[in-house]
Nanobody, 127 residues
Framework: QVRLVESGGGSVQSGGSLRLSCAAS????????MAWFRQAPGKEREGVAS???????DYADSVKGRFAISRDNAKNTVYLQMDSLTPADTAMYYC?????????????????????WGQGTQVTVSS
C-alpha cells in the first residue's frame, strides 16, 4: 500500500523560507511522478510543483522562481523548498503521486490524475 507522509510545515513571517518533505513508501513500480498541491480556505486545490520520473520539474506561475521541488531517490523523499514566502502562500500543502503516464501528464498536475495523497501539512505566512 502506497503511503505519503508530509512534514516541514509551520508558521513563518513574510519573506521567510520553509522546506517541506514527503516520504513515500509502498511502491512496487518504478519512480513515480510526484507533485505538491496546496489548498487555502475557501479555494480549490491547486498544483504548485511537480517532478517527473526523468527528473524534469515544472512550477505554477505563482511560485516560479521562489519554490524548488527536488527528490532524493535513495530516501524515496520529495522536497519542496519555499523561499520568499508571502501571506498568499498560506495553505495546506499536500504531496501527491501518480505511477504512470508521461511527462506532460505529470506536469499538467490535474487533480484527477493523481491517485495517492498525503495527509497534508499546514503552512502559514504572516505579514
Amino acid at each position: 500500500q502506497v503511503r505519503l507522509v508530509e512534514s516541514g510545515g509551520g508558521s513563518v513571517q513574510s519573506g521567510g523560507s520553509l522546506r517541506l518533505s514527503c516520504a513515500a513508501s509502498g511502491y512496487t513500480y518504478g519512480r513515480p511522478c510526484m507533485a505538491w498541491f496546496r489548498q487555502a480556505p475557501g479555494k480549490e486545490r491547486e498544483g504548485v510543483a511537480s517532478i517527473a520520473a526523468d527528473g524534469s520539474t515544472d512550477y505554477a506561475d505563482s511560485v516560479k522562481g521562489r519554490f524548488a521541488i527536488s527528490r532524493d531517490n535513495a530516501k524515496n523523499t520529495v522536497y519542496l523548498q519555499m523561499d520568499s514566502l508571502t501571506p498568499a502562500d498560506t495553505a495546506m500543502y499536500y504531496c501527491a503521486a501518480r505511477p504512470l503516464g508521461g511527462i506532460s501528464i505529470c506536469h499538467g498536475r490535474a487533480l484527477v490524475t493523481f491517485g495517492e495523497w498525503g495527509q497534508g501539512t499546514q503552512v502559514t505566512v504572516s505579514s
